[in-house]
């Protein structure tokens, strides 16, 4: 590891005699919301098995920079990792007929909120795959989760968060860099794994069920979404 001095030093010698300029204004990316319904159908050689999803784009949700915004970014996980383990499971109890898949759901690139359901299939299967991942998003949606499901969820981010947090110290440089310029570009505050595992030991307890639910349905609207199928070519 350099010395934080020695490492001043080096940039101040490399970046110093330049001229400041002011930062400039972020272009509109020109990203429209979804309002309706559509489909995509790609074909790709490099795809070896279909791929199935759901795909959903809303207006950029402010940076977190606060303990508000924290919170927020804290019910969209919570309510895609109950999705994600109710998903799982029903795979695991041959109740899905799709491989294995998941959702997510984030601000990208400062320029839209997004979120996405994917999940792969057999091949010649993609359609009996797509319809059972439509219903469990749309049950997910209209149902929200149960107060088990949530408890689930909020026991397996805390314990990913820790696990996090207990790697911080060997992460390579690189990473870190990686991590703090993406936090940057997207305008939000940085903070370490242990400063975020402790805020959200403190938010956590306050977070209903509810809100997780609503915040679900917000994100995943059904009648707002494009649906995408990757097949492989031939």
Request: charged share 25%; aromatic share 6%.
């Amino acid at each position: 590891d350099m010395d934080p001095a020695m490492a001043e030093e080096e940039i101040r010698a490399a970046f110093g005699g330049r001229e400041a300029v002011p930062d400039p204004e972020n272009a509109d990316a020109g990203v429209e919301p979804y309002t309706e319904r559509r489909a995509i159908v790609a074909h790709d050689p490099e795809v070896t098995q279909p791929q199935v999803g759901l795909m959903f784009v809303d207006e950029v949700a402010e940076p977190a920079t606060d303990v508000g915004g924290l919170r927020r970014d804290i019910i969209w996980r919570l309510g895609t990792e109950a999705f994600n383990r109710r998903l799982a499971g029903k795979v695991d109890e041959g109740k899905a007929r799709i491989l294995g898949g998941g959702a997510f759901a984030q601000n990208l690139f400062g320029a839209m909120r997004f979120g996405q359901v994917s999940a792969a299939t057999e091949s010649g299967k993609w359609r009996e795959g797509l319809e059972d991942l439509t219903v469990e998003v749309r049950r997910a949606e209209l149902h929200g989760f149960s107060e088990q499901e949530m408890e689930i969820a909020r026991e397996s981010l805390l314990a990913s968060l820790e696990q996090i947090a207990e790697q911080e110290a060997t992460l390579p440089a690189r990473v870190i860099l990686s991590q703090m310029a993406q936090l940057i570009a997207a305008g939000e505050t940085h903070t370490s794994p242990q400063q975020v595992l402790e805020l959200t030991r403190k938010v956590m307890p306050y977070i209903r069920t509810g809100e997780v639910n609503a915040a679900f349905a917000d994100i995943f609207d059904t009648s707002a979404t494009t649906f995408l199928v990757q097949l492989p070519t031939g």
